[in-house]
């Protein structure tokens, strides 16, 4: 185990970093300073005015999580080949969602929705369904922002520094500030902490593959070591190329999690606070530019396995920060161990705000006080962000983290389920509101019932072990396995389309459709594009 | 940053044929069976994983060249 006393130069960097963008976040408050911080545009949404830099910083520091920068090479570490779809899955996920996100802003901004319930509720005429939809990025968000702090405590650990007091301190400056700031805090601080990852990075590809002999010897010892028979599963762990079985499992998991990021209430937040339609379109240009990054930093995953570095105690996330430890100086590693815990505050901070919004949009405006004025509206937003975080350090401290790593896997099946409503409906009205419900729900079952039938045998697990759902399950003969979130989808997509024919040959009635065609196209300096403060919702 | 155009009439619609192009970096990445090999290696990587790195290439190279012929005329 590290010890402190071997690690008081990783710690003092770490610190230090670590208060400077504290202070970054308190001063984020007076950064494109707008009238009043007392209305969700500019709380909530940084004053919907983010040009196309700070966008990409922002997403970026978004979508890229310090959990994401642990996991997927621990993934590698562990599973091999199988951990890389990472890399397909964010560069699909751009192209894919090009056209959708400039349309979801178009019609955001005529109507003012803040939320993707916001727009659900308007398009459909539901409450109901809105509050399906709002529910479920509540619940597929909490566990996400938890795991962040699985990030930091994964590189806390590496220095030697047990407990969760530094966590709880950790967070509470995290809240202080976002309280404080808004979205202007986390906008501000992923300067800092994309900087300090790429630097990292650039460092690591260059300085650990000469020390332990280059490309050639890393792929080597992968395929080794992972293809050696594991005795306590009868199978090996994995390799550095997929197998016949895992290979749907791979294009299934890519998709499926495409599909679902941009659905994450948190990733539609960052995408409402550009300012106009040409920004979110360079930014799809320019955001695989962290899938690089990313495929870099999967790969840490088998450097480790070259230099021999283990995780620390049994949990494989702290292989990164391990091989950091193991390759750098000791100034160095307190700036990639930096790096990744100011990775997490970025994230942290805007899943909580994102979290906030529909709470406050979704359930307070809608069910407990239809009268708020933007002023209430922005409080208790503001306190509910303080809520969210408790809650999540609550996550850390009394449940073991890998219920957090569950639920994670569990948010994401939960989330796609709102795909019909938020994507499709972005394009089309077709479907019966009911029939959107009925399938949400439907989605949400069969995928429960499928991630309770996974076990996994590598931890004990007997349920909830992973997301690969052998197709043997339901009867037919192949070792194949395929990704539940989507086959989810799919029985989502079945019943929401058999009952919306099913209810409009019943002649049951429709909600209204509060937006129309044009809304869908409009960009900024158009007319019908509310110029601040006069936004104001619609619905 | 650029001053308001008022005066310009909204586009009715994002539809282009140019579009379609963003099906490539979509579908390509998708096709495991087709990089889901070891050889020809690049710089010590085997063709698993330095194909997906230049498909990350395909795709910002694909979204830059719609986004450039789709550009609404200012």
Known sequence: ?539 | MSAPEAERPTPPTDRSPWNWLLVVPIVVPLLTFVYNRHDPTLFGFPFFYWAQFAFIVLGVSTTVLVYQLTKRRG
């Open chain 1, 1 to 539: 185990m590290p010890r402190v006393s071997e690690h008081h130069v990783q710690l003092v960097v770490f610190a230090v970093l670590f208060l400077l963008v504290s202070a970054l976040g308190f001063v984020a408050a007076r950064w494109r300073r707008p009238e009043t911080l007392d209305h969700l545009d500019e709380w909530g949404l940084g004053g919907r005015n983010f040009g196309s830099w700070i966008t990409w910083f922002l997403l970026g520091g978004d979508l890229y999580t310090a959990y994401t920068f642990v996991a997927v090479p621990a993934l590698l570490y562990g599973a091999g080949a199988m951990g890389f779809f990472a890399v397909p899955y964010t560069i699909i996920v751009y192209p894919m969602v090009f056209l959708v996100l400039v349309r979801l802003w178009s019609v955001s901004h005529v109507h003012g929705f803040v939320t993707p319930a916001d727009f659900v509720r308007a398009r459909f005429g539901s409450p109901t369904l809105a509050l399906c939809v709002a529910l479920a990025g509540l619940v597929a968000t909490m566990p996400y922002i938890a795991l962040q702090l699985v990030g930091i405590e994964a590189v806390l650990k590496a220095m030697g520094v047990t407990g969760h007091l530094p966590i709880v301190v950790a967070f509470l400056i995290l809240a202080l500030y976002t309280y404080n700031s808004g979205l202007r805090a986390p906008a501000l601080i992923a300067f800092v902490k994309d900087t300090l990852i790429y630097l990292v990075i650039i460092v690591a590809v260059i300085v650990i593959p000469a020390k332990v002999g280059g490309w050639d010897a890393i792929f080597g010892s992968a395929d080794k070591v992972l293809s050696t028979v594991n005795p306590a599963t009868g199978a090996p762990r994995g390799g550095i190329l997929l197998n016949a079985n895992n290979q749907l499992q791979y294009v299934t998991l890519a998709l499926g999690s495409a599909l679902a990021l941009f659905l994450y209430p948190h990733s539609i937040t960052s995408v409402l606070a550009a300012k106009n339609r040409n920004t979110i379109k360079r930014n799809m240009a320019a955001l695989p530019a962290y899938s690089f990054l990313l495929g870099l930093i999967a790969l840490l995953g088998y450097m480790a396995i070259a230099g021999g570095v283990k995780p620390i105690g049994k949990d494989g996330n702290t292989i990164v920060p391990a091989l950091f430890d193991h390759m750098f100086p000791a100034w160095m590693a307190g700036v990639a161990f930096a790096a990744i815990g100011i990775g997490a505050l970025v994230p942290a901070a805007i899943m909580s705000i994102a979290a906030a919004n529909l709470f406050t949009r979704n359930i307070y405006k809608e069910y407990l006080r239809t009268d708020a004025t933007p002023q209430q509206e922005a409080r208790v937003s503001k306190l509910a962000s303080l809520v969210v975080k408790v809650g999540a350090v609550a996550c850390i401290l009394f449940l073991d983290p890998q219920f957090s790593i569950d639920l994670q896997l569990i948010g994401g099946v939960i989330i796609l389920q709102t795909l019909p409503a938020v994507a499709l409906g972005l394009y089309t009205r077709w479907f019966h509101r009911g029939a959107l419900v009925a399938g949400l729900v439907a989605g949400l079952a069969a995928g429960l019932a499928m991630l309770y039938r996974i076990p996994n045998p590598a931890t004990g697990h007997a349920h909830f072990g992973g997301s690969a759902f052998k197709l043997s399950q339901v009867g037919l003969d192949t070792g194949v396995t395929m990704y539940v979130g989507f086959l989810a989808l799919l029985v989502n997509l079945v019943v929401a389309v058999l009952l919306t024919v099913g209810l409009r040959a019943g002649g049951v009635a429709d909600g209204t459709d509060a937006t129309r065609e044009p809304d869908y196209v409009a960009d900024a300096g158009d007319p019908r594009v509310h110029e601040l403060p006069e936004v104001k919702a619609s619905v």
